[in-house]
T-cell receptor
């Protein structure tokens, strides 16, 4: 079945540094990918829609200069958390709908847990 | 403001019990409602519902949508310990396929 891979699974960084998280669709192409964050015991919150070849669309309240999204190809989207602070510590997860899907099924990556010290 | 509300937030049952999980929503430009199971990391897809009154079934799980009353239920019969997980309800809005808004989830614990 379709697989979405995220890397890294875990990352610990110092406050003020930037962290890049990759989301790859391994056996299908995706013109759009979605980035979510999830705090402990909370739900997934949609951050932005990553669009291949164009600018990402951010949800209300999400800082686009803080969370840089790049979708350079039909199989790769990256999320860069710039100048990370402890409050950015969270579980970040991406999803991708296959270009040709008639079931509505979306595929999620395994997530990336970011801890900012 | 768009809302997706799940209840109960947590539920503890014994193996063999039947459970009903609820999801109500208030969103603009509704497209579909989806159920996911999240055990450790990535949510796994269960159902997508777009039409009222049509039950979707997969083994011991079933789900139905009521677009008039704006809610959906997820039923699990003869629960097993492996059903222990967080069950997430999400609503897809607008024209962008895959853009989901999630509820907080129901934490289901099944004891042997």
């Amino acid at each position: 079945g379709a697989v979405v891979s995220q890397h890294p699974s875990w990352v610990i960084c110092k406050s003020g540094t930037s962290v890049k998280i990759e989301c790859r669709s391994l056996d299908f192409q995706a013109t759009t990918m979605f980035w979510y964050r999830q705090f402990p015991k909370q739900s997934l919150m949609l951050m932005a829609t990553s669009n291949e070849g164009s600018k990402a669309t951010y949800e209300q309240g999400v800082e686009k200069d803080k969370f840089l999204i790049n979708h350079a190809s039909l199989t790769l989207s990256t999320l860069t958390v710039t100048s990370a602070h402890p409050e950015d510590s969270s579980f970040y997860i991406c999803s991708a709908p296959p270009l040709q899907s008639n079931t509505g099924e979306l595929f999620f990556g395994e997530g990336s847990r970011l801890t900012v010290l | 403001e768009d809302k997706v509300v799940q209840s109960p937030l947590s539920l503890v049952v014994h193996e063999g019990d039947t459970v009903t999980l609820n999801c109500s929503y208030e969103v603009t430009n509704f497209r579909s409602l989806l159920w996911y199971k999240q055990e450790k990391k990535a949510p796994t897809f269960l159902f997508m519902l777009t039409s009222s009154g049509i039950e979707k079934k997969s083994g011991r799980l079933s789900s139905i949508l009521d677009k008039k009353e704006l809610f959906s239920i997820l039923n699990i019969t003869a629960t097993q310990t492996g059903d222990s997980a967080v069950y997430l309800c999400a609503v897809e809005r607008g024209s962008t396929l895959g853009r989901l808004y999630f509820g907080r989830g129901t934490q289901l614990t099944v004891w042997p």
